[in-house]
């Protein structure tokens, strides 16, 4: 199964090619891609240099032009694909179906992968944007179990990518709506997900309280692991109770499932962290390339150095071992 | 990893222009190595940023945009825009990209406070910059660098054996 690697800078690039990445996704610094974070992101050049450095180690490019368009300013987002095909990028991840459909027409031998912003879930959507649009992978949102996955696999004709390890979002990727409504921007249409200019942690006591806009997010308790400033890790008050109300603050961690996932149908594992640095990226990515050619006996020593660099220091298998429903 | 009230202590009784001279020697070698090191700063040049080591009784102060660093006693804190916390030895270690910053700060041994925006982006800028402060040092070091590099190394090498979720 192919690895799939983030960067969100060219240092972080070359040390996810050099720990073992199959390809490195990444993007442009401006509004095309969901990790529109200040300081992170790819240049033009920069992303040519990162393409050549990649294929000189026969690992592959993926750019994520993964946001949706805005009205009157879709050339932001036309550019992002000329620039991207021109420089040689080996396959685009889009959401916007609009964006596909000029992709489909103006580059139709560009390979194109589903991005999860798109949320693809089920079979009809799926072989809409294959036959529609020629899109070759999707990337599945984080809301299906491994059998869901497999039934799903059955019934389509293209790649099938998941998220294994990293960030977790709430079950409505491509519409979820929170930072907008604390923020005015969203990772849907601005790339950023609770701006870091909306967002301010203070000490409080003991306790270190996390703000994004006008709300208290969290109160973490002198010891506890810290999280994300994100209204779905919020810790809310609902009737005599407080707690988390959407998610708590734990990263995905799938791995164990490997070869579950391989049965599976999927193709391809996934890596989220774009905005995190190269530090992470080079140790996850070599411990990953290591637990996908190891015994399953051997993973869980292997992986479980990797929960102190997740969120919360916690880690959960999500919607894939749903126990819920 | 904390350092020994032992070695820190001369610290507070040595001159401060002192400190600040050889503080200032340092940055300027990294700055000259690493020319585009603030690119990635944007907007967020013309900030100023703190850090506060926890296990010092000093606090430096980079202004970016004017290449700049300072040098302050503690508990004298300059006005600046963002502020980071942490032991010395963390600070290094995230000014190298040796360690990740979200990792660092999940576990409560970071703290920021102030502009989450700007000391992002500076977080980003310096995780892109391949700095290596043995080397860095090493080259203003005549003909003991290899001395110095090897002596720095090891020394980073020590002091970061006992952190987690260290760089390979």
């Known amino acids: 199964m192919e690895l799939i690697c983030p ?10 090619v050099d720990a073992g990445a199959d390809a490195v996704y990444c993007g442009f610094r401006d509004e095309t891609n969901a990790r529109n974070f200040p300081g992170l992101n790819f240049s033009r050049d920069e992303l040519k240099t990162a393409i050549a450095y990649a294929r000189r180690h026969k690992v592959m490019t993926f750019v994520a032009i993964n ?3 805005r009205a009157g300013q879709e050339k932001l987002w036309h550019d992002a694909v000329d620039d991207a095909v021109r420089l040689g990028a080996d396959a ?11 992709t489909a027409e103006r580059h139709p031998q560009q390979r194109l992968h589903v991005s999860v912003q798109a949320s ?8 809409f944007l294959v036959e529609t649009f020629g899109a070759k992978r999707v990337v599945l949102p984080r809301i299906l ?3 869901d996955v497999a039934r799903l696999a ?46 301010r942690y203070r000490e409080d006591g003991s306790e270190l309280v996390s703000e994004l806009g006008d709300y208290t997010i969290n109160r973490f308790p002198a010891g506890e692991a810290a999280g994300y400033p994100t209204l779905c890790k919020g810790r809310f008050d609902i009737a005599e109770e407080r707690g988390y109300a959407f998610e708590d603050p734990v990263s995905l961690d799938v791995m164990d499932h490997i070869d579950a996932l391989r049965d599976a149908g999927v193709g391809a594992l996934k890596i989220e962290g774009r905005q995190r640095g190269k530090a992470y990226v080079a140790e996850v990515v070599s411990v990953m390339r290591r637990a996908v050619a190891a015994d399953a006996t051997e993973r869980p020593a292997l992986l479980s150095r990797l929960r ?18 | 990893m904390t350092l020994p009230f032992a070695m820190t202590a001369p610290l507070r009784f040595a001159p401060l222009p002192l400190i600040e001279h050889a503080t200032r020697l340092v940055f300027a070698q ?86 989450m925006e700007a000391m992002l982006a500076l977080r980003n800028a310096l995780d892109d910059c391949n700095i290596d402060l043995p080397a860095d040092i090493a080259r203003m070091s005549g003909p003991f660098a290899p001395l110095v590099r090897r002596a720095a190394s090891e020394i980073r090498t020590r002091a970061l054996s006992g952190e987690a979720a260290r760089w390979n």
């Open chain 1, 7 to 16: 960067a969100g800078t060219p240092a972080a690039f070359r040390e996810a």
């Open chain 1, 67 to 69: 946001t949706f368009m």
């Open chain 1, 92 to 102: 685009l991840i889009l959401a916007d179906f609009g964006l596909m459909a000029y």
């Open chain 1, 120 to 127: 693809a879930s089920n079979a009809d959507a799926v072989k």
């Open chain 1, 145 to 147: 179990t491994i059998p």
């Open chain 1, 154 to 199: 059955r019934q389509i004709s293209c790649e099938i990518e998941v998220f294994v390890f990293g960030g977790l979002c709430v079950m409505a990727e491509g519409r979820c709506s929170l930072s907008s409504y604390a923020t005015g921007k969203s990772p849907n249409m601005n790339g950023v997900c609770s701006p870091a200019s909306h967002v």
């Open chain 1, 308 to 325: 102190r660099l997740s969120e919360g220091q916690k880690t959960t298998s999500g919607a894939y071992e749903k126990r819920w429903r």
């Open chain 2, 30 to 115: 990294v700055v000259r190595q690493y020319p585009d090191l603030f690119d990635r700063l944007g907007e967020h040049a013309d900030k100023r940023y703190a850090f506060v080591p926890t296990d010092l009784p000093l606090v430096f102060l980079i202004e970016p945009a004017a290449r700049r660093i300072s040098v302050h006693h503690k508990p004298h804190l300059p006005a600046a825009d963002a502020c980071m916390g942490g032991t010395f030895v963390l600070l290094l270690a995230l000014l190298e990209g040796q360690l990740d910053g979200d990792a660092v700060f999940f576990s409560r041994s970071l703290t920021i406070t102030g502009d």
